[in-house]
């Protein structure tokens, strides 16, 4: 144990030494640690604390906190990691319990079994008790180094996220720096270039004046010359005159002196008065122009100010960006150009010509290249235009870019909406008075909770107001649809619920008779006793004009259908099926274009027909249905009527029908009809 | 005449097997005359000592295909009229094509016992052998053979139950004229034992007939009260019990209806009055032959498939 702990002092006297071998120094630091731990010592646990301690000691002293968990060996850094230990401090019955069971050591001489996680040393679980661990935390060795390993791992995690935040943050900076040194480059470039222009054109100044000057002196020295010469020539006649009247005087013969003295003393009184100009032909001064430096002046100014920015250019529009009355508009800049703010110019655009387009433009301020324009219509299309500025000017404005918003959700039509146990057809509104690009519908299949709705399956690229849509049967469906142009798919629409039980659908009101009058629920047909004067009733192109009739809206589907219809012993009626276009002047079952079952009361009894093509097989039914079930059958091409309370058979139509027929429904005496929809099928209607 | 037994139609039978008798006091020994394959399935015809009749009695089986009837699982007995014997349905109605895709069962017994060697037994055509009007005859020479209705009700189907395992829970009736009568009176005086009826031109109110008259008379004696246990319109005014689905096709060129033998419009102003579901319908241009069965027969085991199949 001396000789351990001696090597230990060395080595962390020579950690103090040199920080350079601290990596050097852990491992066989650590080593020891190990070998203290694993060797069964005599030694007790006081003694084993201190090479931990010492350890612990050069590890914070050395700053070595990163490198330091790689080198600690397994099963040794729970010593290694003091702290957290505060944790712990609330005594624990059960570890208590655990910790007496675990024990292995009996006696001092055995290895350290427990661990005090308050004075950080191993110790015996025996001596808890009475030892001077009595009130600290002492847990079992191999629970201790679980524990510290696990802080440990969180702290290692913990630095791991600093460490990679420190990454980025540092990869940031290098963007930054690399950033700055380009722009500071760009900068310098920027004025280089801008004094090299300065200087040139002072330079080319500079010649400019030079030359100017010497052609001025030129001039005046020429001028300079010429009166000098002047000068000189007179000073030479001069002379002249002079030495000849000195020649004259000195002239002995008087004779010849008078004879020739006057014409001299002529030219020289002409001489004498004749005045000399004396003056310079030139001025002595030269004609300095006041430098005109504005320009460079400008020049030096704009060295220091950054040039107004170019135009910015308009981003096209980002898909799902928009909403119904916002638009999200984004433009870009050019990098080299400095904004302080831009303007941001919009316009509506009416395809309808007739409104005039001129409308102001409406303006707003931005500081970022993206601006989300509020309040404007559903499905309409905008035009934006945007300006940059800063201090030096104002670009020129950007081209311009037409967004449109998204339209307005579409609204289900709930009674126009039909559906079968394998499809339904639903049919909406646009919503919006401008045509859209197309449609699309999601459908929810609800769980076995209502509450839990399973994936959306989309249809896509509708291009009218209705869809039908295959379903399987006996689920129930949750049904959207949104509207779609180019700026996007609007909001969905107000949900609309389908039911696959049965067949469902509703009547088309367009087709009543006027005397037949159809209940709020649209599902109930009267014919009241009021006798409506004909010339009130009003008769559409599609209503029925003889036949107390109305048609149904059945699913455009060749399945099997079923429905059902309650009646009043004492009505006549007619129920069955007809083509849509079955005639409407006449009576239901009458022609080949309609099936149906019809009741008529006589004095005697109740007779019931099953009329196609105005013949009916002669059959008796002795008991009177009050709900009768038709169920229609396209591949099996049969129509077959039941009593629905007993589910008796009461006939089948074999036809094939070529088209899709509707349920027809007619009075033929006052009284109501009552249609049941949504009924799943009674297993017997397949065994006919 | 002929009667119609519309076979029993055994669920998860694939072979039938021949049994001994497992109750004493019935002989259950069955010999088979006839095996042919037909429509998937076989027709067969087995003889048998009866108790009931106290003679040798033949009745026809038709056994469906073993898948459909796995997928069906659903028993019927029928009957045949006047003058006829088992084979007269099974050769003529064309019923085994339905029967196979119903996964139905059919058992045609003969109309009444033979070789009783009983006085004036084979004297005419609507009285006797082959017109044993399914009654229990009261009166001698006929009370210990002329059984039928026992026979229909009791023995045959106990019969059919313990040799062909098809199911006694699941049976319907159904016949051609006096085997029409035969399957209405069985269904209205059992109410429940049978799950579905139907008839072809039956013998509605056989008390206001001369076959009926003659016949009943005969086997029953003059006082009429006792007639009314076998009319069907008489049962039908006094029915109660879980509604019956009547279904009855009578020929409207029929020889009997217009000779007032069949008088359907009894039954159904009676079944109007009580309530009892009939769907009758007149089919127009045939007559009382097995032309007309046959062109119906389908619709008629469509309609006791539904009630037993369900």
Same mark, same amino acid.
């Given at each position: 144990?001396?000789?351990?702990?001696?090597?230990?002092?060395?080595?962390?006297?020579?950690?103090?030494?040199?920080?350079?071998?601290?990596?050097?120094?852990?491992?066989?630091?650590?080593?020891?640690?190990?070998?203290?731990?694993?060797?069964?010592?005599?030694?007790?646990?006081?003694?084993?604390?201190?090479?931990?301690?010492?350890?612990?000691?050069?590890?914070?002293?050395?700053?070595?906190?990163?490198?330091?968990?790689?080198?600690?060996?397994?099963?040794?850094?729970?010593?290694?990691?003091?702290?957290?230990?505060?944790?712990?401090?609330? #005594?624990?019955?059960?570890?208590?319990?655990?910790?007496?069971? /675990?024990?292995?050591?009996?006696?001092?001489?055995?290895?350290?079994?427990?661990?005090?996680?308050?004075?950080?040393?191993?110790?015996?679980?025996?001596?808890?008790?009475?030892?001077?661990?009595?009130?600290?935390?002492?847990?079992?060795?191999?629970?201790?180094?679980?524990?510290?390993?696990?802080?440990?791992?969180?702290?290692?995690?913990?630095?791991?996220?600093?460490?990679?935040?420190?990454?980025?943050?540092?990869?940031?900076?290098?963007?930054?720096?690399?950033?700055?040194?380009?722009?500071?480059?760009?900068?310098?470039?920027?004025?280089?270039?801008?004094?090299?222009?300065?200087?040139?054109?002072?330079?080319?100044?500079?010649?400019?004046?030079?030359?100017?000057?010497?052609?001025?002196?030129?001039?005046?020295?020429?001028?300079?010359?010429?009166?000098?010469?002047?000068?000189?020539?007179?000073?030479?006649?001069?002379?002249?005159?002079?030495?000849?009247?000195?020649?004259?005087?000195?002239?002995?013969?008087?004779?010849?002196?008078?004879?020739?003295?006057?014409?001299?003393?002529?030219?020289? #009184?002409?001489?004498?008065?004749?005045?000399?100009?004396?003056?310079?032909?030139?001025?002595?001064?030269?004609?300095?122009?006041?430098?005109?430096?504005?320009?460079?002046?400008?020049?030096?100014?704009?060295?220091?100010?950054?040039?107004?920015?170019?135009?910015?250019?308009?981003?096209?529009?980002?898909?799902?960006?928009?909403?119904?009355?916002?638009?999200?508009?984004?433009?870009?800049?050019?990098?080299?150009?400095?904004?302080?703010?831009?303007?941001?110019?919009?316009?509506?655009?009416?395809?309808?010509?007739?409104?005039?387009?001129?409308?102001?433009?409406?303006?707003?301020?931005?500081?970022?290249?993206?601006?989300?324009?509020?309040?404007?219509?559903?499905?309409?299309?905008?035009?934006?235009?945007?300006?940059?500025?800063?201090?030096?000017?104002?670009?020129?404005?950007?081209?311009?870019?037409?967004?449109?918003?998204?339209?307005?959700?579409?609204?289900?039509?709930?009674?126009?909406?039909?559906?079968?146990?394998?499809?339904?057809?639903?049919?909406?509104?646009?919503?919006?008075?401008?045509?859209?690009?197309?449609?699309?519908?999601?459908?929810?299949?609800?769980?076995?909770?209502?509450?839990?709705?399973?994936?959306?399956?989309?249809?896509?690229?509708?291009?009218?107001?209705?869809?039908?849509?295959?379903?399987?049967?006996?689920?129930?469906?949750?049904?959207?649809?949104?509207?779609?142009?180019?700026?996007?798919?609007?909001?969905?629409?107000?949900?609309?619920?389908?039911?696959?039980?049965?067949?469902?659908?509703?009547?088309?009101?367009?087709?009543?008779?006027?005397?037949?009058?159809?209940?709020?629920?649209?599902?109930?047909?009267?014919?009241?006793?009021?006798?409506?004067?004909?010339?009130?009733?009003?008769?559409?192109?599609?209503?029925?004009?003889?036949?107390?009739?109305?048609?149904?809206?059945?699913?455009?589907?060749?399945?099997?259908?079923?429905?059902?219809?309650?009646?009043?012993?004492?009505?006549?009626?007619?129920?069955?099926?007809?083509?849509?276009?079955?005639?409407?002047?006449?009576?239901?079952? /009458?022609?080949?274009?309609?099936?149906?079952?019809?009741?008529?009361?006589?004095?005697?009894?109740?007779?019931?027909?099953?009329?196609?093509?105005?013949?009916?097989?002669?059959?008796?039914?002795?008991?009177?249905?009050?709900?009768? /079930?038709?169920?229609?059958?396209?591949?099996?091409?049969?129509?077959?009527?039941?009593?629905?309370?007993?589910?008796?058979?009461?006939?089948?139509?074999?036809?094939?029908?070529?088209?899709?027929?509707?349920?027809?429904?007619?009075?033929?005496?006052? /009284?109501?009809?009552?249609?049941?929809?949504?009924?799943?099928?009674?297993?017997?209607?397949?065994?006919? | 005449?002929?009667?119609?037994?519309?076979?029993?139609?055994?669920?998860?039978?694939?072979?039938?097997?021949?049994?001994?008798?497992?109750?004493?006091?019935?002989?259950?020994?069955?010999?088979?005359?006839?095996?042919?394959?037909?429509?998937?399935?076989?027709?067969?015809?087995?003889?048998?000592?009866?108790?009931?009749?106290?003679?040798?009695?033949?009745?026809?089986?038709?056994?469906?295909?073993?898948?459909?009837?796995?997928?069906?699982?659903?028993?019927?007995?029928?009957?045949?009229?006047?003058?006829?014997?088992?084979?007269?349905?099974?050769?003529?109605?064309?019923?085994?094509?339905?029967?196979?895709?119903?996964?139905?069962?059919?058992?045609?017994?003969?109309?009444?016992?033979?070789?009783?060697?009983?006085?004036?037994?084979?004297?005419?055509?609507?009285?006797?052998?082959?017109?044993?009007?399914?009654?229990?005859?009261?009166?001698?020479?006929?009370?210990?053979?002329?059984?039928?209705?026992?026979?229909?009700?009791?023995?045959?189907?106990?019969?059919?139950?313990?040799?062909?395992?098809?199911?006694?829970?699941?049976?319907?009736?159904?016949?051609?004229?006096?085997?029409?009568?035969?399957?209405?009176?069985?269904?209205?005086?059992?109410?429940?034992?049978?799950?579905?009826?139907?008839?072809?031109?039956?013998?509605?109110?056989?008390?206001?007939?001369?076959?009926?008259?003659?016949?009943?008379?005969?086997?029953?004696?003059?006082?009429?009260?006792?007639?009314?246990?076998?009319?069907?319109?008489?049962?039908?005014?006094?029915?109660?019990?879980?509604?019956?689905?009547?279904?009855?096709?009578?020929?409207?060129?029929?020889?009997?209806?217009?000779?007032?033998?069949?008088?359907?419009?009894?039954?159904?102003?009676?079944?109007?009055?009580?309530?009892?579901?009939?769907?009758?319908?007149?089919?127009?241009?045939?007559?009382?032959?097995?032309?007309?069965?046959?062109?119906?027969?389908?619709?008629?085991?469509?309609?006791?498939?539904?009630?037993?199949?369900?």
């Amino acid at each position: 144990m001396d000789l351990f702990g001696g090597t230990l002092d060395v080595i962390t006297e020579e950690m103090t030494v040199s920080d350079d071998e601290d990596r050097v120094e852990d491992r066989p630091t650590a080593f020891m640690d190990k070998y203290i731990e694993n060797t069964t010592m005599h030694a007790t646990g006081v003694q084993a604390t201190v090479p931990v301690s010492s350890f612990q000691r050069f590890s914070v002293d050395t700053n070595e906190s990163l490198h330091f968990e790689p080198f600690i060996p397994e099963g040794e850094e729970n010593e290694l990691t003091p702290g957290n230990d505060d944790v712990f401090l609330t #005594e624990n019955q059960d570890e208590s319990k655990e910790l007496m069971e /675990g024990r292995t050591a009996q006696s001092e001489s055995d290895s350290p079994d427990a661990y005090c996680t308050d004075c950080q040393t191993p110790t015996h679980a025996f001596k808890k008790p009475t030892g001077p661990h009595k009130n600290h935390r002492v847990i079992l060795m191999k629970k201790a180094a679980q524990e510290i390993k696990n802080d440990i791992s969180k702290t290692r995690s913990k630095l791991e996220e600093k460490i990679t935040q420190m990454e980025n943050f540092v990869s940031n900076l290098e963007e930054i720096f690399i950033t700055v040194e380009e722009n500071f480059g760009r900068q310098e470039q920027n004025l280089e270039q801008h004094y090299n222009d300065v200087l040139q054109t002072l330079a080319h100044r500079y010649d400019e004046r030079a030359s100017a000057q010497e052609d001025e002196k030129k001039i005046k020295l020429e001028s300079l010359y010429n009166q000098l010469i002047g000068c000189g020539k007179m000073m030479d006649d001069s002379k002249e005159l002079i030495e000849q009247a000195q020649a004259l005087y000195r002239n002995e013969n008087k004779y010849a002196f008078l004879q020739r003295v006057m014409p001299i003393m002529k030219r020289i #009184e002409g001489l004498a008065k004749e005045e000399v100009d004396l003056k310079i032909a030139t001025s002595l001064e030269f004609d300095v122009p006041a430098a005109d430096l504005s320009d460079v002046k400008q020049m030096m100014d704009t060295i220091n100010a950054v040039p107004a920015p170019s135009a910015p250019v308009m981003n096209p529009q980002i898909p799902n960006s928009a909403t119904c009355t916002s638009l999200r508009v984004c433009w870009s800049l050019f990098s080299d150009d400095t904004v302080e703010y831009y303007e941001l110019y919009s316009r509506p655009i009416f395809e309808d010509i007739t409104v005039e387009s001129d409308l102001e433009a409406s303006k707003v301020k931005v500081k970022e290249t993206h601006y989300t324009v509020t309040d404007l219509l559903s499905n309409a299309q905008y035009e934006f235009w945007v300006t940059a500025t800063n201090t030096t000017g104002i670009s020129p404005a950007s081209e311009k870019a037409v967004y449109m918003t998204v339209p307005s959700p579409p609204v289900i039509k709930p009674r126009e909406c039909t559906s079968c146990p394998e499809a339904a057809l639903i049919r909406w509104d646009s919503g919006n008075t401008n045509p859209v690009d197309s449609y699309t519908l999601e459908l929810i299949e609800m769980g076995a909770e209502s509450s839990t709705s399973t994936a959306t399956e989309s249809i896509v690229a509708i291009p009218t107001c209705e869809c039908l849509i295959q379903l399987q049967p006996g689920k129930c469906y949750l049904i959207y649809v949104r509207a779609v142009n180019i700026g996007g798919p609007s909001e969905r629409s107000q949900s609309f619920t389908v039911s696959t039980t049965g067949t469902l659908f509703h009547l088309m009101e367009d087709t009543a008779h006027p005397c037949l009058s159809v209940s709020e629920d649209g599902f109930t047909m009267f014919y009241t006793d009021e006798e409506l004067p004909l010339s009130e009733m009003v008769f559409g192109d599609n209503t029925f004009a003889r036949c107390v009739a109305v048609l149904g809206d059945l699913i455009p589907v060749r399945a099997r259908h079923y429905w059902e219809v309650e009646v009043d012993p004492h009505t006549e009626y007619r129920i069955g099926v007809a083509y849509e276009d079955t005639q409407r002047n006449a009576y239901l079952g /009458g022609n080949n274009s309609s099936w149906c079952m019809r009741h008529v009361l006589t004095p005697s009894r109740h007779k019931y027909e099953f009329l196609h093509n105005g013949w009916s097989p002669d059959i008796r039914i002795t008991s009177h249905p009050l709900r009768i /079930g038709m169920a229609l059958d396209y591949d099996k091409g049969t129509l077959s009527f039941f009593n629905a309370d007993l589910g008796q058979h009461l006939f089948t139509f074999q036809c094939q029908f070529l088209h899709y027929v509707h349920p027809c429904f007619a009075l033929d005496n006052p /009284g109501a009809l009552a249609l049941k929809n949504g009924i799943k099928a009674p297993h017997y209607v397949t065994l006919v | 005449m002929m009667e119609e037994d519309a076979g029993t139609s055994a669920r998860r039978e694939k072979r039938f097997r021949v049994q001994t008798s497992e109750k004493s006091d019935v002989s259950m020994a069955l010999v088979q005359v006839s095996s042919n394959k037909c429509c998937g399935g076989y027709q067969k015809v087995f003889e048998h000592d009866s108790s009931e009749l106290k003679c040798k009695m033949k009745f026809a089986i038709y056994l469906p295909p073993k898948d459909l009837v796995d997928l069906y699982g659903a028993d019927v007995i029928t009957k045949a009229g006047l003058t006829c014997t088992e084979q007269n349905f099974i050769t003529k109605a064309g019923s085994q094509q339905a029967a196979a895709e119903h996964g139905i069962i059919l058992v045609a017994p003969d109309t009444s016992p033979r070789g009783c060697n009983i006085e004036g037994e084979d004297e005419s055509w609507d009285f006797g052998t082959g017109a044993g009007f399914y009654v229990n005859a009261t009166q001698e020479p006929w009370k210990t053979n002329y059984r039928m209705y026992a026979y229909i009700t009791e023995e045959l189907p106990r019969l059919v139950n313990s040799n062909f395992a098809a199911d006694a829970e699941r049976v319907g009736v159904s016949g051609h004229s006096m085997g029409g009568h035969g399957a209405l009176i069985c269904a209205l005086k059992n109410p429940g034992k049978y799950k579905s009826v139907s008839a072809f031109a039956p013998i509605c109110n056989p008390m206001q007939c001369a076959w009926g008259q003659k016949a009943f008379a005969g086997y029953l004696g003059p006082d009429k009260s006792s007639w009314e246990a076998y009319d069907a319109t008489v049962l039908a005014g006094a029915y109660s019990g879980p509604a019956l689905d009547i279904l009855i096709d009578q020929g409207r060129d029929d020889q009997f209806l217009s000779a007032s033998q069949l008088l359907p419009d009894n039954l159904i102003a009676a079944c109007s009055q009580s309530n009892i579901p009939v769907v009758f319908r007149l089919q127009q241009g045939y007559d009382h032959s097995y032309y007309f069965v046959f062109s119906f027969i389908s619709d008629h085991i469509k309609h006791h498939a539904k009630y037993l199949n369900a």
